[in-house]
């Protein structure tokens, strides 16, 4: 028997883990540390349940991409981090809400699986959109690839919300 949440839970971790790589593998500290602190926050979040820390993580995670975008890290390992980091939300706020709101031998995988199955389609089709972006631009444009993460973070939002 799992409990409510835990899928959710793990994949929050395993995406935050991902976006913390992609800012570390660029050798720039200081982003991947405040990402760091939004995956710490996204999965206290998800783990209890309580939505403020998922939603703090969830800023503190971009506020790690957008910090990496300042200090000039480029376009591929922005939109990893950034993908990574919306998934990592996503399966946070998703374990959350079910934690909160199902019975504890409530099996709930399935719909945490299909929830991020489906982000990541999402996220993957606004990475690749990015990536085509910046291949067209001779010099990648942080501001394009931000708008594009703001139009990635916008779908997943929508398409969350019409979810069961």
């Keep these: 028997m ?26 720039e500290p200081r982003p991947a540390l ?8 996204v999965a206290v979040g998800a783990h209890r349940p309580a939505r403020r820390p ?35 939300y996503d399966a946070a706020d998703r374990a959350a809400t079910l934690r909160a709101g199902s ?8 719909a945490e699986l299909s929830g991020s199955a489906l982000t990541l389609i999402v996220v ?4 690749g959109g990015g990536y085509l972006a910046t291949l067209a631009v001779s010099s990648a444009s942080a501001t394009a690839v ?5 139009g990635a973070v916008s779908l997943v939002a929508l398409l969350g919300s019409r979810a069961p």
């Design 124 to 127: 993957l089709l606004a990475g």
């Design 34 to 41: 405040l990402a760091l602190g939004g995956v710490a926050l």
């Design 146 to 150: 931000l708008a594009l993460l703001a």
């Design 103 to 110: 019975r504890r031998a409530t099996d709930t995988r399935e």
């Design 54 to 88: 998922v939603s703090l993580g969830g800023l503190t995670l971009a506020a790690g991409v957008l910090l990496a975008g300042a200090v000039g890290v480029g376009a591929v390992p922005l939109l990893v981090a950034s993908g990574a980091a919306a998934l990592a």
């Design 2 to 27: 799992t409990r409510p949440g835990r899928t959710g839970l793990g994949v929050a971790v395993v995406a935050g883990t991902v976006a913390v790589g992609a800012l570390l593998a660029v050798g």
